[in-house]
């Protein structure tokens, strides 16, 4: 079964990357303004997050949830990305950590994640990422011109995103709210803006059909399987995950595929204990067991290997 939003990507140029005419303007209406972004130092975390919000909110928040747990089965994982859920006045509702979503959803801790490329910000529900706390940011002109927008690092005004993109894109018709990506600068931004956009299109037509999505991507995901290696078009498959057959990811536990999510994104034994509350000796069991699984020699680089090889 094909959706309308498939059919609204094809042929669509990428042209969601802020044009330095964008940028300039902004930024003189900030200087116009007088207003000088604080850049998280003087957040006021806003605890009114209206129930009427966070209600029309929570289906979109649920679906992104279930996509990327059903990615997790998948063998896709997303490395040093976190995705953003904001109401329309741009304030945090949902900070998700898509590397980690296999087993336990949003990041229980919500501190920042730290990885090999440094630290995404400490976002925390009810922070504003409005002009005022953050200055130019993806989410603001995403706000301001109603559609998805992408910045570059050194563009942004505030130090905790110049070693990031950041792209948001409006959620819904009214819009409900926006959701975003941050992720290395390494990384490519029309995979990621794209896959973002098609989110986005397919959540809102599914809460329309009232769709099941966990079951239309299943579908999609299984007929690109059965395929053949680049015949068919999946629903939404994110090509800027790292892939692992869905073979090798089967013979896996729950707590091994955690530990795995977490290695992907380059983070080290020490970090993968310290997030998942385990022992140094507990997580090198765990990939120990992984490598034995697979059949592959054991240790870091085997595994990392027999994942890059695979893609």
């Given at each position: 079964?094909?959706?309308?939003?498939?059919?609204?990507?094809?042929?669509?140029?990428?042209?969601?990357?802020?044009?330095?005419?964008?940028?300039?303007?902004?930024?003189?209406?900030?200087?116009?303004?007088?207003?000088?972004?604080?850049?998280?130092?003087?957040?006021?975390?806003?605890?009114?997050?209206?129930?009427?919000?966070?209600?029309?909110?929570?289906?979109?928040?649920?679906?992104?949830?279930?996509?990327?747990?059903?990615?997790?089965?998948?063998?896709?994982?997303?490395?040093?990305?976190?995705?953003?859920?904001?109401?329309?006045?741009?304030?945090?509702?949902?900070?998700?950590?898509?590397?980690s979503e296999g087993a336990k959803g949003e990041c229980s801790d919500q501190r920042a994640r730290v990885s090999h490329l440094g630290a995404f910000p400490e976002l925390k529900p009810g922070d504003v990422l409005d002009e005022v706390s953050y200055g130019l940011n993806a989410f603001v002109l995403a706000r301001r011109s109603g559609r998805v927008r992408a910045v570059a690092g050194a563009v942004h005004s505030c130090p905790q995103f110049k070693r990031m993109w950041t792209v948001a894109?409006?959620?819904?018709?009214?819009?409900?709210?926006?959701?975003?990506?941050?992720?290395?600068?390494?990384?490519?931004?029309?995979?990621?803006?794209?896959?973002?956009?098609?989110?986005?299109?397919?959540?809102?037509?599914?809460?329309?059909?009232?769709?099941?999505?966990?079951?239309?991507?299943?579908?999609?995901?299984?007929?690109?399987?059965?395929?053949?290696?680049?015949?068919?078009?999946?629903?939404?498959?994110?090509?800027?995950?790292?892939?692992?057959?869905?073979?090798?990811?089967?013979?896996?536990?729950?707590?091994?595929?955690?530990?795995?999510?977490?290695?992907?994104?380059?983070?080290?034994?020490?970090?993968?204990?310290?997030?998942?509350?385990?022992?140094?000796?507990?997580?090198?069991?765990?990939?120990?067991?992984?490598?034995?699984?697979?059949?592959?020699?054991?240790?870091?680089?085997?595994?990392?290997?027999?994942?890059?090889?695979?893609?």
């Open positions: 079964m094909r959706s309308p939003p498939n059919e609204q990507m094809s042929g669509r140029k990428p042209d969601f990357i802020a044009t330095h005419e964008e940028i300039i303007e902004f930024l003189s209406d900030l200087r116009r303004q007088k207003i000088r972004p604080h850049c998280g130092r003087r957040q006021e975390r806003a605890s009114d997050l209206s129930d009427q919000v966070s209600e029309h909110l929570f289906p979109s928040i649920v679906c992104l949830r279930r996509r990327l747990r059903l990615y997790a089965t998948h063998g896709m994982f997303f490395p040093d990305v976190g995705l953003v859920v904001t109401d329309p006045d741009l304030r945090v509702v949902s900070f998700m950590l898509p590397a894109a409006p959620l819904g018709r009214a819009p409900l709210g926006y959701v975003g990506l941050l992720f290395a600068m390494h990384q490519d931004p029309y995979g990621y803006a794209s896959w973002l956009v098609e989110v986005a299109e397919q959540i809102e037509w599914e809460l329309r059909t009232e769709k099941e999505p966990s079951v239309l991507e299943e579908a999609a995901l299984s007929e690109d399987e059965d395929s053949g290696e680049g015949n068919s078009q999946p629903l939404v498959r994110p090509s800027l995950a790292v892939r692992i057959p869905k073979s090798a990811v089967a013979k896996l536990s729950e707590r091994e595929k955690e530990v795995l999510a977490l290695l992907v994104t380059g983070a080290s034994i020490g970090e993968i204990a310290r997030k998942l509350h385990l022992s140094r000796s507990t997580v090198k069991t765990h990939l120990a067991r992984i490598a034995e699984k697979w059949g592959i020699e054991p240790g870091v680089k085997s595994i990392l290997m027999f994942i890059y090889q695979s893609k």
